[in-house]
C-alpha cells in the first residue's frame, strides 16, 4: 500500500494542465458535437472526497451525460 501511495504522490506532482477552466474545455467538445464525457476529479481522489463538486454542476448543465464519473479514493 505505501507503494502505491508513494506512486500516487508521484503523479500528482508531475501533472500536466492543458487549460485551467474544465468548462470551457466541456464547452469545446459541446460545439464539436461530443454527447458523453468521462470526468476524473483527481483533488477529489487525493482528498478523499469529491472537491470539484461545482465545475462538474456546471458541465453537466450544459446537458453532458457521463458514462462514468470516478472519484478514486486511497
Not at 13 to 39: C, M, Q, W
Request: overall charge positive; charged content about 25%; glycine content about 6%.
Amino acid at each position: 500500500m505505501k507503494r502505491l501511495l508513494a506512486k500516487m504522490v508521484i503523479y500528482y506532482e508531475t501533472k500536466k494542465i492543458y487549460n485551467e477552466n474544465p468548462l470551457e474545455i466541456a464547452k469545446s467538445f459541446e460545439d464539436v458535437g461530443v454527447k458523453r464525457l468521462h470526468l476524473v476529479d483527481l483533488d477529489g481522489a487525493k482528498a478523499g472526497r469529491p472537491v470539484k463538486t461545482e465545475t462538474i454542476s456546471a458541465i453537466a448543465a450544459l446537458g453532458f451525460c457521463f458514462y462514468q464519473y470516478l472519484l478514486l479514493a486511497l
